[in-house]
Every structure is written in C-alpha cells, then in structure tokens.
C-alpha cells in the first residue's frame, strides 16, 4: 500500500526538493552553528521526513549506545552533507 505524502502548514509537497534547497542555503550562508538539528531562527525546527533505513547491524549497535541515538545518526548525516565528505 502507497503511503500519502502529507502537506502541512505552508509545505509544498515533493519534500526532497525543499530539503535540498535549505541545506544550500545553509551552506552559502554559513548558517546553522555547532548544531546541524536547529534550523535558522529562534525556535524554529527542521522539517523532519518519516522514512525506513536499513543499517548494518554493528553501526546500529553503536549509535544505540548513546541515548536519542537517532537524533545522533542524523547529526552524523549532516556532518558529512555539509562536510561534503561523500
């Protein structure tokens, strides 16, 4: 069964195509601190995207070491996004 795609609150739908342009944004201007997880603006949270990722079993064994160890895996995917180390 085809999950929906949800439009909220002034979102358009296609979500990457919106993702892509913040993270180029956020790469020209420098924006976004010592904290990948906080968007521009007091307060204001990134649009997050429900998906299904499949890991190796030993790097899912680490990261659930540390607590919220999602938040940490999405840390690590901003690291390298804006590090451009892929």
Do not use: C, H
């Not at 007091?42 to 995207?49: F, N």
């Not at 030993?58 to 451009?84: C, H, M, S």
Request: glycine letters at 12%; proline letters at 3%.
């Amino acid at each position: 069964m085809k999950q929906k795609e949800r439009v909220g609150r002034g979102r358009k739908a296609g979500g990457v195509k919106i993702a892509s342009r913040r993270i180029a944004r956020l790469k020209a201007s420098g924006e976004g601190g010592s904290d990948p997880l906080v968007a521009s603006g007091a307060g204001r949270r990134p649009v997050k995207k429900r998906i299904t990722l499949y890991l190796d079993a030993d790097v899912l064994a680490w990261f659930k070491q540390k607590p919220r160890y999602q938040k940490e895996i999405n840390r690590a995917l901003w690291k390298v996004t804006r590090e451009g180390l892929y």
